[in-house]
């Protein structure tokens, strides 16, 4: 059924240049397509929006341009055309214009399809085309019930079909508060245009929370930062657990991406490690002498970075590295 509307829309196409009359022995008996052909003269903008895109490569045969051209996704729109006064293939003469557009399907804002099936168009292709819309249904953005055009522009012409001009943009136009965190002093360089939101998320689904297009965090951030995968001969507990105990993926004020700053983000975890944890213990002596912590400020100094002693954070493999110091 589809391969032989595709002939019959190559040919159809074919004929229209030589004279119409034939056509009408060829069109599909009550399918009501016309074919990009006759949309063009109307639509020029549209047409010439969409033919640049991968959608209106015709020697690849699963686009739309291959199949029913505009009329695969807008529907067939031999009732259309006629209702605007143009010439429907097979019809012969222009019919006077009737009621309006009512007749065709409108995708954009004004559409009166439901989301689903807006995005069931695009899915008929889509969702076994590439693996990467494959999880779109459940997705957090299914079920937040976007469409497709929320972030792409079939007639927009930027990179990607996106609806803006970069990524960061798309995602952006509802995600603010990442926006704020990528312009931190400690960011993924991703308004440097080194990396994408999509370099960490796939936006369609995937089987990992927070759309991370990985097994786990982690497998994510072993891709680039391979040396922190290990093995260690001593681990560090929290790492292998999830960078994110530590860590923040869009940006901080910390420095390093960290979470919060350290002796802190230390101390939440290592309150009574045998040296004093807080930043402002009292040694034993201290305190029998009666000082309070601001008169010992030493002290303060001398435990402010943990860094300093435990500089292998993320793991060691000396043979005496298990309080992870060298
Ligand atoms: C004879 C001229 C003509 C032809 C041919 C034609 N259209 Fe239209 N089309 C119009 C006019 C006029 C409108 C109404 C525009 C408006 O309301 O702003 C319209 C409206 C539309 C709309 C809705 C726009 C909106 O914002 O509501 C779509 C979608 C559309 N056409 C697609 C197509 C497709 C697809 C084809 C080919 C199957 C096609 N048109 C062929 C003249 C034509
Ligand atoms: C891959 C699917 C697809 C194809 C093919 C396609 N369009 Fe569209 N078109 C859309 C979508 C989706 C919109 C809604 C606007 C947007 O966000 O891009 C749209 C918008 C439009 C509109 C504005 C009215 C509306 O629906 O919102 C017109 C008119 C239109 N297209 C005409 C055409 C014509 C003419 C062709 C062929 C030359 C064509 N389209 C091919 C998907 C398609
Ligand atoms: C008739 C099948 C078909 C339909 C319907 C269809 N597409 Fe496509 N689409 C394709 C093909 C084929 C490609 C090219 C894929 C490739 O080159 O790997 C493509 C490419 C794309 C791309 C990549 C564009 C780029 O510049 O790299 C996006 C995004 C896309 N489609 C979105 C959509 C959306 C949104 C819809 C629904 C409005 C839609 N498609 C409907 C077949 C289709
Ligand atoms: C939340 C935003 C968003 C939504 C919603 C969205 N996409 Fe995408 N899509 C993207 C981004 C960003 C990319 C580029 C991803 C990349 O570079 O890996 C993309 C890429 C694609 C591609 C190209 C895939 C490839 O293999 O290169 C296709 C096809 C596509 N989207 C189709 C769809 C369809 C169909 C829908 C609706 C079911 C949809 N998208 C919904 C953001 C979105
Ligand atoms: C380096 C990988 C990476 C990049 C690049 C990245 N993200 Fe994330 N993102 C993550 C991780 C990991 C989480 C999960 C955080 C958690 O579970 O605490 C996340 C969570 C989110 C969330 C959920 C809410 C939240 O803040 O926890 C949103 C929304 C989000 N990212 C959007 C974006 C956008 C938009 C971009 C591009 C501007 C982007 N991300 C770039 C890794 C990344
Ligand atoms: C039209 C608005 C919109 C756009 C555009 C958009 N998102 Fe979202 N996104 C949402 C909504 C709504 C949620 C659900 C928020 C919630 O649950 O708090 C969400 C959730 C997320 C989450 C968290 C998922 C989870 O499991 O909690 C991530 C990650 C995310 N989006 C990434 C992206 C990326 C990357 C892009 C760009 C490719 C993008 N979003 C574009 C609206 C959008
Ligand atoms: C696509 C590759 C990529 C992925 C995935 C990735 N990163 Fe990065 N990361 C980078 C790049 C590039 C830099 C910047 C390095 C530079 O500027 O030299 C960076 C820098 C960092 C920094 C140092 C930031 C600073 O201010 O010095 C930390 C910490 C970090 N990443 C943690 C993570 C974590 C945690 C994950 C997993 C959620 C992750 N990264 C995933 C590429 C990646
Ligand atoms: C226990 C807390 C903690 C966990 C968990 C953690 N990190 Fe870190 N990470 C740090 C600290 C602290 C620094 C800053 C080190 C410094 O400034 O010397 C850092 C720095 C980094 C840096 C930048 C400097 C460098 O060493 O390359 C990267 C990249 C990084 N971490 C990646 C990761 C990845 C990937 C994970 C998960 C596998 C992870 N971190 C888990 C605490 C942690
Ligand atoms: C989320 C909790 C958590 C955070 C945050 C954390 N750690 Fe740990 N750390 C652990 C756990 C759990 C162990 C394993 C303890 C054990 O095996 O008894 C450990 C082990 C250690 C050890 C080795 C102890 C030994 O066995 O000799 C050192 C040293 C250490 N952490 C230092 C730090 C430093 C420095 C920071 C801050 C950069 C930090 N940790 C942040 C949970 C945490
Ligand atoms: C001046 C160097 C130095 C500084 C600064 C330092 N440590 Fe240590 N830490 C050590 C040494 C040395 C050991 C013991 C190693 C051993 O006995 O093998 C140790 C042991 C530990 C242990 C494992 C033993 C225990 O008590 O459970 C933890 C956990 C630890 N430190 C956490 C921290 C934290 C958190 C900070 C910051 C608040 C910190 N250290 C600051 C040198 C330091």
Not at 29 to 58: D, F, L
Not at 154 to 159: F, K, S
Not at 189 to 207: F, K, L, Q
Request: aromatic share 4%; net charge positive; hydrophobic share 25%.
């Amino acid at each position: 059924m589809e391969s032989r509307m595709i002939i019959l829309g190559c040919v159809g196409g074919v004929l229209l240049l030589t004279a119409s009359v034939l056509v009408a022995q060829e069109a599909p008996p009550g399918q009501g397509y016309v074919g990009t052909q006759v949309c063009r003269q109307c639509h020029a903008p549209y047409y010439q929006s969409y033919i640049q895109t991968p959608h209106g490569v015709k020697e690849d045969k699963r686009t739309p341009e291959a199949k029913f051209g505009c009329e695969s996704c807008h529907g067939p729109g031999a009732a259309h055309v006629r209702e605007q006064g143009g010439e429907v293939p097979g019809n012969g003469l222009a019919t006077p214009a009737g009621p309006g557009n009512a007749s065709i399907q409108v995708l954009g804002p004004k559409s009166k399809l439901s989301v689903e099936e807006r995005n069931a168009i695009c899915l008929s292709c889509h969702e076994t085309m590439t693996t990467k819309v494959a999880l779109w249904h459940g997705s957090p953005h299914e079920s937040r019930n976007l469409t497709c055009m929320d972030c792409h522009a079939v007639h927009g012409g930027h990179p990607k079909g996106l609806v803006k001009p970069t990524e960061l943009e798309t995602c952006t136009t509802c995600h603010q508060p990442v926006k704020a965190e990528i312009y931190k002093n400690s960011h993924h360089p991703i308004r440097e245009g080194r990396m994408e939101c999509a370099s960490c998320h796939n936006p369609h689904g995937t089987v990992t929370d927070k759309l991370i297009a990985a097994h786990s965090i982690n497998e994510k951030c072993y891709e680039c930062h391979t040396e922190k995968r290990g093995p260690f001969l001593w681990e560090h507990a929290p790492v292998t657990e999830s960078c994110m105990t530590c860590h923040t993926p869009h940006g901080s004020s910390h420095g390093r991406l960290l979470a919060a700053k350290t002796p802190f983000l230390c101390q939440s975890c290592h309150s009574n490690s045998r040296h004093p944890g807080t930043l402002y213990a009292l040694r034993p002596e201290q305190a029998s002498q009666g000082l309070s912590v601001f008169q010992a400020l030493n002290n303060r100094a001398f435990y402010r970075n943990c860094l300093n002693c435990h500089s292998q954070i993320h793991g060691s493999n000396h043979p005496s590295g298990k309080s992870l110091g060298r």
